[in-house]
C-alpha cells in the first residue's frame, strides 16, 4: 500500500520525481551520459522513492516516512551516487582483477540488501527471496554437490559482481534498459492516460462492442487489449479498466467470478498487445539483438490470437447464459467518438517514427511532447501544470518499482551465469526432456509458472529466459521465438494459481473469491495458454514466410482457438455434449498443431459438430415459437 504524505514530506518526493523523469525525457532526446553514470544516477533517483512512498509494515506510518526509511533511502543515494562519482575509474579496473576497496565492499553489500528490502517492501516478498536465495547460494557454492558445485567466492569478489560489474548485476544492462528505454516509456503511459487517452479507448470500447450479446464482457475484452497496450502493467491494467468494466459486467448477467475472471484475462493479454508490450520486450531486443520494432511486428498475430480465444470464450459464455447487449443509452454517442478518434494518433506516431528508423527511446520522447500538445484540442482533456506535475512523479514512482525488479534481477542473472547454473539448468531440461521439443516446452512452462508466482513479470522472463533459452535453442528453435515462448508464460503467470496476482486484483474489485476467480480466470483463459506452444510449430505466425503460409496458418490456428472455446464453456449454437465436446479438443490440436494433412480432418470436425450444435439449437427455437403463450 502507497503512502499519502503529508505536509512538507510530500516535497523531496515531489522535487526527486519531477527531477527523475525531466532528466529521462532529456536524456531520450538528446543523449545519455556513460552507461556507468547513466545507471547510477537512475538508481540514486528512483530507489529513494520507493522507501519514502512504501512502508516497511502494516504498522509503519502512513503519512510520513520512519527512520529505517530514511536510512534505507540514504544508503540508495549514497551508494548509487559513488557508482556516479567513480564512474571514470570504475570503467578503467578489470572484473576480477584490480582490488575491491573496503568502502566498495560496504556501500556494495548495504545496496543488494537495500535492493531487496525495495523489492519486498513494493513488489513481492517471493522476489525478495528469490534474490536472498541466490545471493545465499553465490557465498557457498563451493559446498554444493553436482551442477551447482562452483569454485568458492570471498566476500569482496561477491560484491564486486553484485556492485561493480557493468555487465550484470545492479548496474548492469538490465539497469541500462530500464534507464536507457523503459522510463521514456512509463512516462508516454502516464502523459497518454493524463490527457484523457485511457478514459477514450474505454469509451471507445463500449461504443464498439456494446451493441453486441453479451457486450459488458467484450467491451472488458476490447478495453484491457487497448488500455493494456498502453499501461504495461496487467494488475494497473486490471484496476483502470476493471473498475468500470466488472460492475458493468455483474449489472449485466454475470457472476462476480465470471466478471473478475474475464477481466483478469483480458488485462492480462494487455502485455503481450503491440506496440508497447511491457518492460520485458525492451530486454528481449537487447538480449536477442533484433530491433524492438521488428519483434512487435512479429508479436501481432499471436496477441491477436490470444485475445480472439478470449473474445470466443466470453462470447460462447453469452450465448449459453442468454445475455443481452448494452441498452442503447449505455453506450457512448458516435459523434463524442468520432470527434476524439485522434486520440489513436499517438500510437501511429510511435509506430511510424520507429518504422523511419528511429530508435525506440527517441520515437517515445517525441510522441510525448506530441501528446501533450494533442491534449489541447479538448478544453476537457488539457494538460494543466497540476495534471503534468501529477503524471512526472507518477511516471517516477512507477519507474522506481521497475528499476528495482531490473536491479534485483541484474544479481540473480550475474549469479546465474558466473557460477554456471544457467548452463546446468539448461542440460538438466535438455536431459528431463530427453531431445523432445514438446515436452522441453512442457517443463519450461512449469519453470516459469512456478518463476512467476508472485514475482513481477519482467523478472520471471528474465531469471526463465537464462535457463531455458538455451535449451530451446538447441533443439532448433530460434533465439526470438525461444524468448518470446517464455515472455508469454512469464505474462500468463499472473493468471496461474496459487499467487494469480492479476486473478486475485480483479476478484478484490468483484469481490469474488479470490482461488475459485483464479481457477476460473485459467478456464477461460486456456485458449491463450496453448498461443506460445501454436508459433513454435508454426513459425509463419510470426511472419516468418511467405503471404500464403502466413495467412493459412492465421485460419487453422484461429479455427483451433475457437473449437476449444467452444469445448471449454460446452456451447455452440446450442449446448454440447460431452462427446462432442471431447472430439471439438480433438479438432483443435489438430488445427493447432498441423500434421501430414489432418488439419483437414481437424476442420471437418469442427465444421460437423458446429452444423449439428446450430440445427439443434435451431430446432429448439422453432419448438419455443410453437408454444401457445401462456404454456411455456
Not at 140 to 160: I, N, S, Y
Not at 271 to 291: D, H, K, L, N, W
Not at 463 to 491: D, P
Request: net charge positive; glycine share 10%.
Amino acid at each position: 500500500m502507497i503512502r499519502e504524505l503529508k505536509g512538507w514530506w510530500k516535497v523531496p518526493v515531489l522535487v526527486l520525481g519531477i527531477v527523475a523523469a525531466l532528466f529521462h525525457f532529456y536524456t531520450s532526446g538528446f543523449g545519455t551520459p556513460g552507461p556507468r553514470t547513466m545507471r547510477g544516477l537512475h538508481l540514486f533517483m528512483l530507489l529513494p522513492l520507493v522507501y519514502l512512498l512504501f512502508p516497511a509494515r502494516r504498522g509503519s506510518p502512513k503519512e510520513r516516512p520512519s527512520l529505517p526509511d530514511l536510512v534505507g533511502a540514504g544508503i540508495c543515494m549514497v551508494s548509487a551516487g559513488f557508482i556516479v562519482l567513480e564512474a571514470d575509474r570504475l570503467d578503467r579496473r578489470f572484473l576480477g582483477f584490480h582490488e575491491v576497496m573496503p568502502i566498495e565492499v560496504a556501500l556494495g553489500g548495504l545496496l543488494a540488501l537495500a535492493v531487496i528490502e525495495a523489492c519486498r517492501r513494493a513488489l513481492s516478498k517471493w522476489m525478495a527471496l528469490t534474490i536472498s536465495v541466490c545471493i545465499g547460494y553465490l557465498m557457498t557454492c563451493q559446498f554444493w554437490p553436482g551442477m551447482f558445485h562452483f569454485k568458492g567466492f570471498t566476500l569482496d569478489r561477491a560484491v564486486e559482481i553484485l556492485y561493480m560489474s557493468a555487465d550484470d548485476g545492479m548496474f548492469g544492462f538490465l539497469t541500462g534498459i530500464s534507464a536507457d528505454i523503459l522510463f521514456i516509456y512509463i512516462l508516454f503511459a502516464t502523459i497518454m492516460t493524463a490527457a484523457g487517452v485511457g478514459d477514450f479507448l474505454v469509451d471507445f470500447a463500449v461504443w464498439i462492442a456494446g451493441w453486441a450479446r453479451g457486450g459488458a464482457a467484450k467491451i472488458a475484452v476490447l478495453a484491457s487489449a487497448l488500455y493494456g497496450s498502453v499501461s504495461g502493467s496487467t494488475v494497473a491494467n486490471v484496476y483502470a479498466t476493471g473498475s468500470f468494466t466488472i460492475p458493468l459486467m455483474k449489472r449485466h448477467g454475470y457472476t462476480p467470478k465470471q466478471a473478475a475472471a474475464i477481466e483478469a484475462i483480458s488485462g492480462t493479454g494487455g502485455q503481450i498487445m503491440p506496440p508497447i508490450m511491457g518492460a520485458g520486450v525492451f530486454i528481449m531486443s537487447e538480449m536477442t539483438g533484433v530491433p524492438y520494432f521488428k519483434i512487435i511486428q512479429m508479436a501481432v498475430l499471436p496477441a491477436i490470437l490470444y485475445y480472439l480465444g478470449v473474445f470466443s470464450m466470453v462470447h460462447l459464455l453469452a450465448l449459453k447464459n442468454k445475455l443481452e447487449p448494452l441498452p442503447r443509452e449505455e453506450r457512448p454517442a458516435a459523434r463524442a467518438m468520432l470527434r476524439h478518434l485522434y486520440f489513436f494518433t499517438p500510437f501511429a506516431a510511435i509506430l511510424l517514427l520507429m518504422a523511419h528508423g528511429y530508435s525506440p527511446a527517441k520515437a517515445a520522447f517525441h510522441t510525448v511532447w506530441f501528446t501533450l500538445l494533442l491534449s489541447f484540442l479538448d478544453r476537457k482533456t488539457w494538460i494543466t501544470p497540476r495534471k503534468l506535475v501529477d503524471a512526472l512523479v507518477r511516471a517516477s514512482v512507477n519507474a522506481g518499482l521497475i528499476a528495482a525488479a531490473l536491479a534485483g534481477s541484474g544479481m540473480i542473472v550475474g549469479i546465474l551465469t558466473r557460477t554456471g547454473v544457467a548452463l546446468s539448468f539448461g542440460s538438466l531440461i535438455m536431459s528431463a526432456s530427453q531431445g523432445n521439443l514438446f515436452l522441453c516446452m512442457v517443463l519450461i512452462f512449469l519453470v516459469v509458472s512456478v518463476l512467476g508466482t508472485g514475482i513481477p513479470t519482467t523478472a520471471a522472463y528474465i531469471i526463465a529466459v537464462t535457463v531455458g533459452a538455451q535449451a530451446l535453442g538447441n533443439l532448433g528453435v530460434a533465439i526470438l521465438v525461444a524468448h518470446l515462448f517464455v515472455f508469454y508464460y512469464a505474462v500468463l503467470s499472473d493468471l496461474t494459481p496459487p499467487d494469480a496476482v492479476t486473478a486475485f486484483a480483479a476478484a478484490n474489485l468483484a469481490g469474488s473469491d479470490m482461488m475459485a476467480t483464479g481457477i476460473e480466470a485459467f478456464k477461460l483463459g486456456f485458449a491463450g495458454f496453448l498461443v506460445p506452444f501454436v508459433f513454435v510449430y508454426q513459425p509463419a505466425l510470426l511472419l516468418a514466410g511467405d503471404i500464403e503460409e502466413i495467412l493459412k496458418s492465421f485460419f487453422l490456428a484461429a479455427c483451433g482457438v475457437i473449437c476449444l472455446a467452444g469445448a471449454t464453456i460446452g456451447h455452440m449454437a446450442s449446448s454440447l455434449r460431452w462427446l462432442e465436446r471431447m472430439f471439438l479438443v480433438g479438432a483443435a490440436f489438430l488445427l493447432v498443431f498441423p500434421s501430414r494433412g489432418l488439419e483437414i480432418l481437424g476442420l471437418a470436425v469442427g465444421l460437423a459438430i458446429g452444423l449439428v450444435s446450430w440445427r439443434r439449437g435451431k430446432r429448439a427455437s422453432e419448438a419455443q415459437e410453437q408454444i401457445p403463450p401462456g404454456r411455456g
